[in-house]
């Protein structure tokens, strides 16, 4: 999990604050019965357009710890970056 949370964060400083007047992180991880829900949003530009988790080695290494763990993962854009993890 602490690797995929520095991968998030590393994005978020390299790419989503560059031009971010007010930058933002949410970070969450709440429990749902017997599962954990891991949410991650910054308020950037978003993700681009194909980003579609199979490009670069970031999204790779997260799709690939996401399924270690036996994770459903998803990413979006609403208002920044978001990302989430059920495992």
């Known amino acids: 999990m602490s690797l995929i949370l520095n991968e998030l964060l590393t994005n978020s400083f390299?790419?989503?604050f560059?031009?971010?007047?007010r930058p933002g992180l949410e970070i969450s991880?709440?429990?749902q019965g017997d599962k954990l829900?891991?949410?991650y949003a910054d308020n950037g530009p978003g993700l681009p357009?194909?980003?579609d988790g199979t490009g670069s080695f970031g999204a790779k290494l997260i799709a690939s710890l996401s399924g270690q763990l036996?994770?459903?993962a998803r990413q979006w854009n609403e208002g920044g970056a978001r990302f989430e993890l059920v495992f």
């Open 14 to 16: 390299k790419y989503a």
């Open 18 to 21: 560059g031009e971010t007047a």
């Open 29 to 31: 991880l709440v429990q």
């Open 37 to 39: 829900r891991f949410h």
């Open 49 to 51: 357009k194909n980003a």
């Open 70 to 72: 036996g994770g459903q």
